[in-house]
């Protein structure tokens, strides 16, 4: 990290900060009404980022983490997603050993990311009616805006810290934007289901 220009470590910490004001707002509202759902999502969600698919490139993988924290949000919420996310990132940090800056970083953006996410479904779906037309809009609007809002980013640090812009980076390409969102409607329709 020490040769990160200043664009770079500036851009780390504000969404280090975010996340972590993001995660004290809500870790005391986890609703424990149905532990049990929590450990096993948390443990599922765990086991898809410990366990990653190769992509095309070295620096590529997919996960299928998005499946989970679709459905998690979709079924109790942002502040039970949030938990979920924050647990399985810490095994994963665990288990993979990355850097502590770049584990920390994608943790922060999902949960800056699920906090917009959260911010569109209340826009569209504010009385949280769940078999309506606004529930199923408020669902595909608030994990597009997931899904653009972490490539965004992510895009972002890799142009700040390596300086490949989005086309080089491949971060916007169309299979990869496809597969994490589809990931996430996937997760958020079962809930539906």
């Known amino acids: 990290m020490k040769s990160f220009s200043f664009i770079t470590k500036l851009y780390l910490i504000l969404t280090y900060c975010a996340g972590s004001l993001i995660f004290a707002a809500h870790i005391g509202r986890v609703n424990l009404e149905n532990p049990l759902m929590l450990v096993v999502l948390c443990v599922i969600a765990s086991l898809t980022l410990i ?3 190769e992509g095309s490139t070295n620096r ?55 906090q917009a996410a959260s911010f569109v479904y ?13 529930t199923a809009l408020a669902l595909i609007f608030s994990m597009a805006a997931f899904n653009l809002l972490n490539h965004l980013m992510v895009g972002l640090v890799i142009w700040f810290a390596r300086g490949e812009n989005f086309k080089k980076s491949g971060v916007f390409d169309f299979f990869p934007l496809m597969l994490d969102l589809s990931l996430l409607y996937f997760g958020a329709s079962l809930s539906i289901v």
Not at 122 to 134: C, G, R, V
């Open 51 to 53: 366990l990653k698919v």
């Open 60 to 114: 590529s993988h997919y996960t299928f983490n998005f499946l989970v924290y679709g459905f998690t949000f979709a079924v109790f919420g942002i502040s039970e997603a949030i938990l979920v996310i924050v647990v399985s990132n810490i095994v994963e940090w665990i288990w993979n050993k990355p850097p502590w800056f770049i584990q920390l970083f994608n943790t922060s953006c999902y949960l800056v990311v699920m």
């Open 122 to 134: 209340e826009l569209i779906n504010p009385a949280h009616s769940p078999d309506t037309w606004q």
